[in-house]
């Protein structure tokens, strides 16, 4: 029988004031009774609020990222900068949030979760508010604001989906989880309308930057007065009484974690398509039509952006649609289909590939063919946004959720959409020597530049398919690290193998 002397002791600090190390043998409570986690009761109602309100901040995030974009063509006039200058903008935005996703993902499974969020979504308001009254001789400062905005926003986007975690479990957290992300498509594609919009009405584009800082004024006080904090792992059996460990043992837990590795290496794969698709598709529809005799070349500033408005509606639409019908499928197959999940990503990433691939070839020919088939793609695509999130959440023990949110975005990121814009658009420069007689040649070189996104979305479905593997082993394990019954000797301290 052990000793009192050797009972976990609680911790006053603003670390998780958890007893049972993961791998522990033991599921004993450090109460006394194995049957009662030491959780805080929060009610229901309370819990759909608090669903409400992130969902709504998580829109602010995604309308703000893309407002840029939308007004894109209206910045690179007021500051006189090309291409290549401009595209500073949005790489600095996705350096700064996927270097620091990790950062806020450590002191997300160590430190108050709430406190992070508010004074991340601080910075971004101030930031994104400041960068609003740039003056055309200092687009340097616009490039540091749009660095200190992606510092805000890993802040959030690594937290919240874990506190939503903590709040619902099973099929509830599911339909929670692809409410909050469902604002990702919605939010990005309100974010080029409302850019183009107000730009347009206002004839300055630092009036759009204004909105969402407006917009998340609101959000703070709703997130500071209705945002609870669960204790980590409050939903899951036992979690809420688990020991923070190192971040080394993090990092190496995950690593070994075969479905969180496949999986995170599929969002990776997403990430690249949809971040070039983003970029680039109102671009190379303009291009098409442009080629086909429909509209004439862009002579000066600001150009057509009607592409953008339908490109944006399409966006906004088909991901509604998307991770409504991903959750569904996910509901009515988990329970006879173990791998369920990773088989609808990998059946969306393999299906929308040979869309993007129609969609691509046909924009030298047929405009709504090309929208038509853009539209079921996306609808595809948006089948896994989610599904993806709460994989995470089942195959990973609640202390270190949000440093695997943090580290599955500095991957995503890095090897996905932050680069895979430049890669097209060097490599459609790139095959511009080749043909500098043919005016169509410009629409060309673009198109075969595009073309690479179906083939890493077929990779991606690949990366899925090989996260079904695992996938029914690692949420079992994950399971009995939660409860305490199952053993870890490649993180065993030598004080608990004594």
Known sequence: MASDQHRPKPRLSLRSSTTIRYGSMSSEHPDGDPSTPQTTSISQRRSYIAVAVLCYINLLNYMDRYTIAGVLPSIQKFFGISDSTSGLLQTVFICSFMFLAPVFGYLGDRYDRKLIMIVGLVMWIVTTLGSSFVKSSHFWVLVATRALVGTGEASYSTIAPTIIGDLFAGSKRTLMISFFYIFIPVGSGLGYIVGATIANATGDWRWAL?????????????????????????????????????????????????????????????????????????????????????????????????????????????????????????????????????????????????????????????????????????????????????????????????????????????????????????????????????????????????????????????????????????????ELLTSGQAPVPEITTVSESV
Not at 260 to 284: D, E, I, K
Not at 402 to 414: D, F, R, S, Y
Not at 418 to 443: C, H, M, Q, R, V
Request: proline letters at 6%; a neutral charge; hydrophobic letters at 45%.
């Open 210 to 478: 204004r909105v969402s800082p407006a917009l998340g004024g609101f959000g703070l006080l709703l997130l500071v007065f209705l945002i609870p904090n669960p204790p980590r792992g409050a939903s899951d059996n036992g979690g809420a009484n688990m020991e923070t460990t190192s971040y080394t043992e993090d990092i190496k837990y995950l690593l070994k974690n075969r479905s969180f590795v496949w999986s995170s290496l599929g969002v990776t794969a997403m990430a690249f398509v949809t971040g070039a698709l983003a970029f680039w598709t109102p671009t190379f529809l303009s291009r098409a039509q442009v080629t086909q005799g429909l509209r004439q070349p862009c002579k000066e500033e600001p150009c057509d952006s009607v592409d953008s408005y339908i490109f944006g509606a399409i966006t906004v639409v088909t991901g509604v649609v998307g991770v409504f019908l991903g959750t569904c499928i996910s509901k009515k197959l988990r329970d006879r289909v173990p791998n369920a999940d990773p088989l609808i990503c990998a059946v969306g990433m393999l299906s929308s590939s040979p869309c993007f691939f129609i969609a691509i070839v046909l924009a030298s020919t047929s405009i709504p063919a090309t929208y038509t088939f853009i539209a079921i793609g996306e609808t595809l695509l948006s089948l896994n946004w989610a599904i993806l999130a709460d994989i995470l959440l089942y195959v990973v023990v609640p202390n270190r959720r949000a440093t695997a949110e943090a580290l599955q975005i500095m991957v995503c990121h890095l090897l996905g959409d932050a680069g895979s814009p430049y890669l097209i658009g060097a490599i459609s420069d790139s095959l511009s020597k080749y043909n500098t007689t043919d005016p169509s040649w410009d629409f060309r070189r673009l198109e075969y530049s595009v073309l690479l996104c179906p083939f890493i979305g077929v990779l991606g479905g690949l990366f899925f398919l090989m996260t079904s593997l695992y996938i029914k082993e690692d949420r079992k394990a994950a």
